[in-house]
């Protein structure tokens, strides 16, 4: 069994704290009066339409989402590496390699976050919809942060959800020149 070096340790230490981090931040920002000095700062601004606190908790919840997702697969990989009773024939250098994997550890919060501001913003739309949410419901701050941390949580689904809305509102013209020249033509025959 192949011991991992300091490199991979440090980046386990690093990716591991900086969730840590995320997720002890968001807790505070949403859930607790921590910043409400930010916070009220926030809403003083009065040029935009939207409730700027309300988008960073959504934001945050989506970090929320994202982080925590990444502890929990870098504490499995961690587990099944230096897991003494492994049943399979895997190096432990081989079960978690944390090299190619530690900007993914930094980035899927932050891209949860994003992705927790896009759905909304689908949503406010209607490009997407979710069944018995309405419009009453997005206004609600716990189904919001519920759906920012849905979003950072699961965001390869959300992904997934975005690139089938993009094939249906940019979906290619049908050419129907053709049906219709292979239609003349059979009718022609007749």
């Not at 070096?5 to 995320?22: E, F, K, P, Q, V």
């Not at 994997?101 to 927790?116: D, I, K, T």
């Not at 919001?144 to 965001?155: P, R, T, W």
Request: one cysteine or more; glycine letters at 6%; charged letters at 15%.
């Amino acid at each position: 069994m192949k011991k991992h070096d300091n490199w991979d340790i440090l980046l386990a230490m690093i990716a591991a704290l900086y969730n840590l981090g995320a997720i002890l931040f968001t807790l505070l920002w949403i859930f607790t009066n921590r910043f409400s000095d930010y916070k009220k700062s926030l809403t003083t601004i009065t040029e935009f339409s939207i409730n700027e606190n309300i988008t960073f908790s959504l934001f945050f919840a989506g970090v929320l989402g994202g982080a925590f997702y990444c502890l929990r697969g870098l504490y499995h990989n961690l587990a099944r590496a230096y897991t003494p009773a492994v049943e399979s024939k895997i190096e432990s250098q081989q079960a978690f390699n944390i090299k190619p994997w530690f900007f993914w550890y930094v980035y899927r919060p932050v891209q949860g976050g994003v992705l927790a501001l896009i759905l909304l913003v689908l949503m406010n739309s209607q490009l997407i919809t979710i069944q018995n949410l309405d419009s009453d419901s997005l206004k609600s701050f716990y189904t919001l942060v519920a759906l920012g941390f849905l979003c950072g949580f699961g965001s390869h689904e959300v992904i997934h959800k975005i690139q089938e809305v993009i094939k249906v509102v940019f979906a290619k013209a049908i050419d129907t020149s053709s049906n219709s020249e292979k239609k003349a033509k059979e009718n022609q025959n007749l």
